[in-house]
């Protein structure tokens, strides 16, 4: 069994509605602001965000580790790209 993460609309934090059984063509919108865009390219927008989020997730710990035991400088250059329209809650 795989969960289904709930993908939401970015702006609004609202799950985006689509057919029950949505075909990669298929339409998911955010049913507030109409942000919205095909299940293939929803899918392919989220995995960029997940993908960002666990090199955050990373590098923010790696940084916090360096911290509390060496003085040496960890330059923290880490840029979140942002700019995603769909999200979804990974509770890092
Ligand atoms: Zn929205």
Do not use: W
């Amino acid at each position: 069994m795989t969960e289904q993460k709930q993908v939401l609309c970015a702006s609004c934090k609202c799950a985006l509605q689509g057919p029950a059984n949505p075909q990669l063509s298929d339409m998911l919108v955010c049913p507030i602001c109409g942000n919205g865009d095909t299940v293939d390219v929803v899918n392919a927008e989220v995995g960029n965000y997940i993908q960002e989020q666990m090199s955050q997730a990373i590098h923010k710990a790696f940084t916090n580790g360096i911290g509390t035991t060496r003085s040496f400088k960890v330059t923290s250059d880490f840029q979140p790209k942002g700019g995603h329209r769909f999200i979804v809650d990974l509770a890092l």
